[in-house]
């Protein structure tokens, strides 16, 4: 498509074994290239750049795409190739068999069906299918929602940092108010779970693959397991831990190779880990410990139903379970079962043990606080529960969403005190972002977000952390210098 200096051209590669289905656009408007990419279907992500003249634009623009037409992209027409369907679990809740409930202490129902959680120090967070992300206090108190492009898929923490994995394929940073994509995974991984360590990106999709990719979002390297739909991964300093319907598989975190691999009683459904032990939570009923260091099965936690998700105390001295008819149990470190309770709701999806409560994501798209404490345990056997509290959302939430480009940034004329100024730099063809403050290692790069980049413009955070990779992630609030 062309209007006078402006050209447009679109291509799509599309593979009928599912290994592709993506877009590439170049948009080239005087001296200026815009370039969008991503899955059929979806808005993408857009990158901008500016050359000294039109001509040089046009050549950089043709270049871009001949190197996608020599990799199997075609001209297509926007629009008219439908976009490939991403899995939502589908899961079945029967009612409990247990003979006493859980002490529920408080319940709010998000609204749509949930997967995601994450619970800290100051606050607990839930992800739904509808793309909502909220944050609650301990006491039940919403705090805030933040409002993604899709369907949130699992909520995993990196140190301060909260991501949520999306529908899009991208991984969202929510660790300050604007939420930014930190990941754009490859439009052919349909995201199932992540994990996030140091830095550094794990995907398990499901065809039974494991991507690895840095925190400049870049490919590291990817692998497919023994089996399909892993629904676990969790990494470490050793190894990245992949379970799915062949069983648990341990890779080197620079993907040099296979470290172990354990066959499971049955395909994995949830993964959890602690220093040394990863614990696989299975279709055929049981939660697995296995040693990080062998793949050993040290121990096996019998439940009554599939296993849709675990969790342990700290240490692992305790293990928590919740199956496919509402129930939830726990453990001891050797596998003697302490306890069996109904949720009062549905099935946990997902699970975290913090400070002597249990949270719960259930089926119904419920976030449920649970006292796992020994006397609200001892009293709900006997059949003394309190009354769980329904939470609301209040009139007046604060709500926030991803900036998609630079100009949805608030401004500032000059930085404040304290904060620190980064800014783009184009080097060997991609844009980095580097500190320009005193006081910070010049040549590490910022973990920004690709969305808001242009060349030459400077930024204001307010605050950065070094990683252990050797680079910067953004801490606070991202303003634009004028």
């Known amino acids: 498509m062309t209007s006078g200096s402006a050209s447009t051209t679109y291509l799509e590669l599309s593979q009928e074994d599912g290994a592709a289905h993506k877009f590439y656009e170049v948009a080239v408007d005087g001296p200026v290239v815009t370039v969008r990419y991503g899955r059929i279907g979806a808005a993408g992500q857009t990158q901008m750049t500016t050359f000294p003249t039109a001509d040089k634009a046009r050549s950089a623009a043709a270049k871009k795409v001949g190197e996608k037409v020599r990799k199997g992209y075609a001209p297509a027409v926007a629009g008219q190739r439908a976009p490939r369907a991403v899995t939502r679990r589908q899961v ?35 992800g739904n299918q509808a793309g909502d992300v909220f944050t609650l206090d301990h006491d039940g108190g919403v705090l805030a929602r933040f409002s993604l492009p899709d369907g949130v898929k699992c909520l995993v923490a990196d140190d301060f940092w909260i991501y949520a994995g999306c529908d899009d394929g991208r991984v969202y940073d929510l660790s300050s108010k604007l939420p930014f994509a930190a990941y754009d995974v490859a439009a052919d991984v349909d995201i199932f779970w992540l994990d996030i360590h140091e830095g550094v990106l794990n995907v398990s999709d499901r065809e039974g693959r494991l991507t690895v990719i840095d925190h400049e979002d870049e490919h590291q390297w990817a692998r497919r397991s023994q089996g399909e739909h892993a629904w676990m991964v969790r990494a470490d300093d050793r190894a990245v831990y992949h379970g799915h319907q062949r069983g648990v598989s341990a890779y080197a975190p620079d993907g040099s190779g296979e470290l172990w691999h354990t066959p499971t009683r049955g395909g994995v459904l949830f993964g959890w880990q602690e220093q040394d032990a990863v614990y696989a939570g299975t279709a055929h009923r049981v939660v697995q410990r296995l040693s990080k260091a062998t793949g050993t099965v040290e121990a096996t936690y019998a439940c009554d139903s599939a296993v849709y998700s675990c969790a342990t105390s700290p240490g692992g001295r305790f293990v928590f379970a919740g199956d496919a008819s509402s129930s939830v149990y726990c453990f001891d470190r050797d596998g003697t079962r302490l306890w069996k309770l109904g ?25 449920v606080c649970v006292d796992a404490g020994e006397t609200a345990i001892s009293a709900a056997q006997q059949g003394t529960i309190p009354v769980a509290r329904d939470v609301k959302l209040a009139e007046a939430l604060p709500t926030y969403a991803p900036a998609t480009a630079a100009t949805a940034l608030a401004s500032v004329a000059r930085a404040p005190a304290g904060a620190i100024v980064v800014e783009c730099v184009s080097t060997a063809g991609r844009l980095r972002v580097h500190v320009v403050s005193e006081g910070y290692e010049p040549s590490w790069n910022v973990q920004f977000p690709r969305t808001i980049r242009e ?4 930024y204001v955070v307010d605050a950065l952390h070094a990683a252990a990779g050797g680079f910067y992630r953004v801490r606070g609030d991202i303003r634009r210098l004028l």
Do not use: K, N
């Open 455 to 458: 060349p030459g413009a400077r």
């Open 92 to 126: 079945a809740s029967a009612p409990s068999t247990a003979r006493a409930v859980a002490p529920v202490l408080w319940r709010f129902r998000t609204g749509s069906s949930a997967f995601g959680i994450h619970v800290d120090d100051d606050r607990c967070w839930v």
């Open 343 to 367: 949720t009062g709701g549905g099935s946990a999806l997902s699970m975290q043990y913090h400070d002597e409560r249990l949270y719960l994501v259930t089926t119904d798209g419920s976030l």
